[in-house]
């Protein structure tokens, strides 16, 4: 299966900050990542697809780069409603595979 | 477009979990999408189950081996699940989302929206 290596696994940041999560493929996979964010007790939220496009309704302080086998989702001046745990998810082959996950802590 | 999980909340071991997902806002017998099942452990990262295409095409998680099946129910507009032979590793939230394409090169996916998630507990 092809493996995503998300870096780091948890982060602590203030209000206003800007922060980047990276994500590694196992292989080459041009653009077929994807980015979501998990509230506790919610489902995921599509963010970011085919690893630049953000999806319609996130705000733009939201931005991803990449393409291969690393990408990073950025997300600039941060606030509260963004504190969460991040996921990439790659659409190369299957099966799917996701990230282990990015949590965005409060400092 | 919106989806909802159903089903049993508790499954005994080596019995077989079955869900349904409940579409709506969307026929899940026309366009161009994808119907997949995902699970997450508490606690844990997403594992992604398995899918149904429009035209009933299937594609599962080699990891569930022959446990696993997905189905359409056009008449109820909904996505059924079933898992056999279920074990504690089994117990997680369960959600079902949709899955868009592109319809040309490169077809690049993506899951949205997703459902709920419903919490589904192997014990005995």
């Known amino acids: 299966d092809l493996q995503l290596t998300q870096s780091p696994s948890a982060l602590s940041a203030s209000l206003g900050d800007r922060i980047s999560i990276t994500c590694r493929a196992s292989?080459?996979?041009?653009?077929?990542l994807n980015w979501y964010q998990q509230k506790a007790g919610r489902a995921p939220t599509l963010l970011i697809y085919?690893?630049?496009n953000l999806q319609g309704g996130v705000p733009s302080r939201f931005s991803a780069s990449g393409s291969g086998t690393d990408f990073t989702l950025t997300i600039r001046s941060l606030q509260p409603e963004d504190f969460a745990t991040y996921y990439c998810?790659?659409?190369?082959?299957?099966?799917?595979?996701f990230g282990q996950g990015t949590k965005v802590e409060i400092k | 477009v919106q989806l909802q999980e159903s089903g049993p909340g508790l499954v005994k071991p080596s019995q077989t979990l079955s869900l349904s997902c409940t579409v709506s806002?969307?026929?899940?017998?026309?366009?161009?999408?994808?119907w997949n099942w995902i699970r997450q452990p508490a606690g844990k990262g997403l594992e992604w189950i398995g899918l149904?295409?429009?035209?009933?095409?299937?594609g599962y998680n080699p990891s569930l081996k022959n446990r696993v099946s997905i189905s359409l129910d056009t008449s109820r507009n909904q996505v059924s699940l079933r898992l056999t032979s279920v074990t504690a590793a089994d117990t997680a939230v369960y959600f079902c989302?949709?899955?868009?394409?592109?319809?040309?090169?490169?077809?690049?996916?993506?899951?949205?929206?997703w459902g709920q998630g419903t919490l589904v507990t192997v014990s005995s």
């Open positions: 998810q790659q659409s190369h082959s299957t099966p799917w595979t």
């Open positions: 292989q080459g996979i041009s653009n077929y």
């Open positions: 085919a690893a630049v």
């Open positions: 989302a949709r899955e868009g394409r592109y319809t040309t090169s490169p077809q690049y996916s993506w899951f949205d929206p």
């Open positions: 149904i295409y429009t035209f009933g095409a299937t």
């Open positions: 806002g969307a026929s899940v017998s026309s366009g161009n999408y994808y």
